[in-house]
């Protein structure tokens, strides 16, 4: 049963990782440093097991905590936590009815899956004041225990019956007082009451199984634990999330769309002017040099850490090769650029030139020669455009 626990807790832990990766959040974190939070709680512990009656051996806990939210919903931590595990006991000879305080000392060390059961259920909602959370994972215990019994015999042989043998506590002893690992998983609920972004109150219940801290001091090989704690959490920075699909401002996007529909209307308009001026002039050789501008729309945006062009870049590449098969003799560069903020140089450096690329073999599949185009990433800028979210773009100029 334990052994399932472990597995299952792992796998927990291990999904949390994926699960921002579903459509259906909404919510993320825009850098890899934002929502990282510190935790210290204090409470205390009982112990169930064989020897012990459940909660008649209370002792205190500590605990820290440091983790990261990935979004919303989905969070990781690793806590340190312990203090000390005790029992009154008297075994191996449990019917001498002589029973002895033991204890220990130790710390453990949880990592924590964890869910945050409100926003999943009822939607994030910035400064909500409760929050209810489900976190789960495997644990490791840092002790100093005995292994086992070393059991001496004597033999009883009253009344001259049948010669019996029994354990002699005068000869028996424990072997080996050493530092063991004791695996063992855990999982939990905690309830969180917001100050503000920055502070909350924790309360916080867990339920552990583990190998027995007193060792050979148990008569049973896996102990039980329920911990209670309270305290508090700081979140550095505090609390930081963005829309995934709301970086962009649509109505910006479309304002500038349509003028750049007016713009290739008017060049349009003079160009068949231009054209028919020429066919009523007079027979003679006229050199004509006229500058035509690119008129379709130059800017090309992207979401956060992605270069796939959505529908309105393409309807933007598009308009923009028109003009440019019916300008052979211009060269034009497309420029890749990322938001300097969210992601690493090295990262934001193929990203920008990945997106420029994809511009460019856009425009060469509309019919575009190949020698009117260069291109180029710049990598992150920082708000060339005084918004983050216009950074992730490709301008074509």
């Given at each position: 049963?334990?052994?399932?626990?472990?597995?299952?807790?792992?796998?927990?832990?291990?999904?949390?990782?994926?699960?921002?990766?579903?459509?259906?959040?909404?919510?993320?974190?825009?850098?890899?440093?934002?929502?990282?939070?510190?935790?210290?709680?204090?409470?205390?512990?009982?112990?169930?097991?064989p020897?012990?009656?459940?909660?008649?051996?209370?002792?205190?806990?500590?605990?820290l905590?440091?983790?990261?939210?990935?979004?919303?919903?989905?969070?990781?931590?690793?806590?340190?936590?312990?203090?000390?595990?005790?029992?009154?006991?008297?075994?191996?000879?449990?019917?001498?009815?002589?029973?002895?305080?033991?204890?220990?000392n130790?710390?453990?060390?949880?990592?924590?899956?964890?869910?945050?059961?409100?926003?999943?259920?009822?939607?994030?909602?910035?400064?909500?004041?409760?929050?209810?959370?489900?976190?789960?994972?495997?644990?490791?215990?840092?002790?100093?225990?005995y292994?086992?019994?070393?059991?001496g015999?004597?033999?009883?042989?009253?009344?001259?019956?049948?010669?019996?043998?029994?354990?002699?506590?005068?000869?028996?002893?424990?072997?080996g007082?050493?530092?063991?690992?004791?695996?063992?998983?855990?999982?939990?609920?905690?309830?969180?009451?917001?100050?503000?972004?920055?502070?909350?109150?924790?309360?916080?219940?867990?339920?552990?199984?583990?190998?027995?801290?007193?060792?050979?001091?148990?008569?049973?090989?896996?102990?039980?634990?329920?911990?209670?704690?309270?305290?508090?959490?700081?979140?550095?920075?505090?609390?930081?999330?963005?829309?995934?699909?709301?970086?962009?401002?649509?109505?910006?996007?479309?304002?500038?769309?349509?003028?750049?529909?007016?713009?290739?209307?008017?060049?349009?308009?003079?160009?068949?002017?231009?054209?028919?001026?020429?066919?009523?002039?007079?027979?003679?050789?006229?050199?004509?040099?006229k500058?035509?501008?690119?008129?379709?729309?130059?800017?090309?945006?992207?979401?956060?850490?992605?270069?796939?062009?959505?529908?309105?870049?393409?309807?933007?590449?598009?308009?923009?090769?028109?003009?440019?098969?019916?300008?052979?003799?211009?060269?034009?560069?497309?420029?890749?650029?990322?938001?300097?903020?969210?992601?690493?140089?090295?990262?934001?450096?193929?990203?920008?030139?990945?997106?420029a690329?994809?511009v460019?073999?856009?425009?060469?599949?509309?019919?575009?020669?190949?020698?009117?185009?260069?291109?180029?990433?710049?990598?992150?800028?920082?708000?060339?455009?005084?918004?983050?979210?216009?950074?992730?773009?490709?301008?074509?100029?």
């Open positions: 049963m334990k052994r399932k626990l472990i597995i299952l807790s792992l796998l927990f832990a291990g999904a949390t990782a994926t699960v921002c990766a579903q459509d259906r959040v909404k919510y993320t974190s825009e850098s890899w440093n934002d929502n990282i939070f510190m935790s210290i709680g204090v409470g205390m512990q009982a112990t169930a097991n020897d012990t009656k459940f909660g008649s051996s209370i002792t205190p806990l500590v605990n905590s440091v983790g990261k939210l990935v979004n919303p919903v989905v969070g990781i931590r690793g806590q340190v936590y312990g203090w000390q595990s005790r029992q009154k006991t008297a075994y191996p000879f449990l019917e001498s009815g002589s029973k002895v305080k033991r204890k220990e130790y710390v453990g060390v949880n990592l924590d899956g964890m869910i945050n059961l409100t926003n999943l259920f009822c939607g994030y909602k910035p400064g909500r004041v409760f929050e209810g959370t489900l976190f789960v994972g495997p644990s490791v215990n840092f002790v100093k225990n292994a086992k019994w070393v059991v015999y004597e033999s009883n042989n009253p009344g001259g019956g049948v010669q019996e043998i029994v354990p002699d506590p005068a000869t028996t002893d424990v072997e007082h050493k530092l063991r690992c004791l695996v063992g998983a855990s999982v939990g609920l905690g309830a969180k009451f917001n100050i503000n972004k920055y502070f909350s109150i924790d309360l916080e219940a867990r339920g552990q199984v583990t190998p027995s801290i007193l060792g050979a001091y148990s008569s049973g090989k896996t102990d039980g634990y329920v911990y209670f704690s309270a305290g508090g959490t700081y979140v550095f920075g505090g609390k930081k999330f963005v829309p995934v699909n709301g970086n962009i401002n649509m109505d910006e996007i479309n304002d500038q769309l349509n003028a750049y529909r007016d713009q290739l209307l008017l060049c349009q308009a003079e160009l068949a002017e231009a054209l028919n001026a020429l066919a009523n002039a007079q027979p003679q050789v006229i050199e004509v040099i500058e035509v501008q690119v008129a379709g729309p130059r800017a090309i945006f992207f979401k956060i850490g992605s270069s796939k062009i959505d529908d309105y870049g393409k309807v933007n590449i598009k308009l923009a090769a028109k003009i440019i098969k019916e300008n052979p003799d211009m060269v034009y560069k497309i420029a890749g650029y990322c938001d300097e903020a969210t992601g690493s140089v090295p990262f934001n450096q193929k990203l920008s030139e990945q997106r690329q994809n460019y073999d856009l425009l060469l599949s509309e019919g575009v020669n190949k020698d009117q185009l260069n291109y180029i990433g710049y990598g992150g800028t920082a708000n060339m455009w005084g918004k983050n979210f216009l950074n992730r773009v490709v301008i074509l100029e």
